[in-house]
Nanobody, 126 residues
Framework: QVQLVESGGGLVQAGGSLRLSCLAS????????MGWFRQAPGRERDFVVA????????DYADSVKGRFTISRDNAKSTVYLQMDSLKPEDTAVYYC???????????????????WGQGTQVTVSS
């Protein structure tokens, strides 16, 4: 069992930056691929970015390429999402997810993940 707790959300002006963190419980954090998804009001939960277990492979949604960066610190059991050049359309609840046996082709598929955090709100004002 893995528990995920997100933090770092908040209100920021367009063009600003935020850094989200996701702290995982348990001692097997390095065994999990980690992903970030987001859900805006009235919309489906969308893929944002994911990172393989080793950190060697990443997958980014086109809408965030060049602006968002995912990283992980296995020693701290934490995955980070650095969000720069934020836009109002980035406003959503951001969720962290962990998946144990994901293929690279599955990193962007929400149903492939085993555990989810409770989400953190990100609001970008224009």
């Amino acid at each position: 069992q893995v528990q995920l707790v997100e933090s770092g959300g908040g209100l920021v002006q367009a063009g600003g930056s935020l850094r989200l963190s996701c702290l995982a419980s348990g001692r097997t954090f390095s065994s999990y691929a980690m992903g970030w998804f987001r859900q805006a009001p009235g919309r489906e939960r969308d893929f944002v970015v994911a990172l393989s277990r080793s950190g060697a492979s990443t997958d980014y949604a086109d809408s965030v390429k060049g602006r968002f960066t995912i990283s992980r610190d296995n020693a701290k059991s934490t995955v980070y999402l650095q969000m720069d050049s934020l836009k109002p359309e980035d406003t959503a609840v951001y969720y962290c997810a962990a998946g144990r046996n994901l293929l690279w082709s599955e990193l962007s598929t929400s149903t492939a993940y085993d555990y989810w955090g409770q989400g953190t709100q990100v609001t970008v004002s224009s």
